[in-house]
Antibody
Framework: QMQLRESGPGLVKPSETLSLTCFVS??????????WGWFRQPPGKGLEWIGS???????YYDRPLKSRVTIFLDTSKKNFSLKLRSVTAADTAVYYC???????WGQGTLVTVSS | AIQMTQSPPSLSASVGDRVTITCRAS??????LDWYQQKPGRAPKLLIY???SLQSGVPSRFSGSGFGTDFTLTISSLQPEDFATYFC?????????FGPGTKVDIK
């Protein structure tokens, strides 16, 4: 059974870069027919899509975040990562990695932006 | 961007009730609509994909229907473990967008 697990700091200072990695086990990260995604959920709010990456390297980002976000895939290490630059308190959220095709989600990790 | 709306925002129901939640897209999305259940502090759980296909392992009391712009999630007989928030999401086009959610609680 495929499992995803987010890893990264739970506290980031304003103006710095949020970095998270999603480790994938129990399945291939190299198939071309679906995407890997990052999502987030601010406290008490709904889910938001951040961006997606495909095996061939294509990426799509949510427009409001596009200038600050990079997602990259490391097939050799079976993980994909999120970098969100110049964070503010508005970026405080539970961050999820997922392969929505098949319904595979990590457990989520709370990232708080605070000095 | 495709806007997703849901109704009602919340509802109170009893065990055994039939519950219907609707989701509407601002433009046609074919059948590219999934339904998720989320409980506090937990990751979303996929219930329905492709508007009407039941995800493996999900009880058959959950069903989905719809095409184009109007979609429905039905719980035929609400069980205690079904009290949660339900989201629809479209992946017909980028950006991927979610409905605001429907919270189902105990009457």
């Amino acid at each position: 059974q495929m499992q995803l697990r987010e890893s990264g700091p739970g506290l980031v200072k304003p103006s710095e870069t949020l970095s998270l990695t999603c480790f994938v086990s129990g399945g291939s990260i190299s198939r071309s027919d679906y995407y890997w995604g990052w999502f987030r959920q601010p406290p008490g709010k709904g889910l938001e899509w951040i961006g997606s990456i495909y095996y061939d390297g294509r990426t799509y980002y949510d427009r409001p975040l596009k200038s600050r976000v990079t997602i990259f895939l490391d097939t050799s290490k079976k993980n994909f990562s999120l970098k969100l630059r110049s964070v503010t308190a508005a970026d405080t959220a539970v961050y999820y990695c997922a392969r929505p095709f098949g319904g595979f989600w990590g457990q989520g990790t709370l990232v708080t932006v605070s000095s | 961007a495709i806007q997703m709306t849901q109704s009602p925002p919340s509802l109170s129901a009893s065990v055994g009730d039939r519950v219907t939640i609707t989701c509407r897209a601002s433009q046609g999305i074919s059948n590219n609509l999934d339904w998720y259940q989320q409980k506090p502090g937990r990751a979303p759980k996929l219930l329905i994909y492709g508007a009407s296909s039941l995800q493996s392992g999900v009880p058959s009391r959950f069903s989905g229907s719809g095409f184009g712009t109007d979609f429905t999630l039905t719980i035929s007989s609400l069980q205690p473990e079904d009290f949660a928030t339900y989201f629809c999401v479209q992946d017909f086009d980028y950006p991927i967008t979610f409905g605001p959610g429907t919270k189902v609680d105990i009457k």
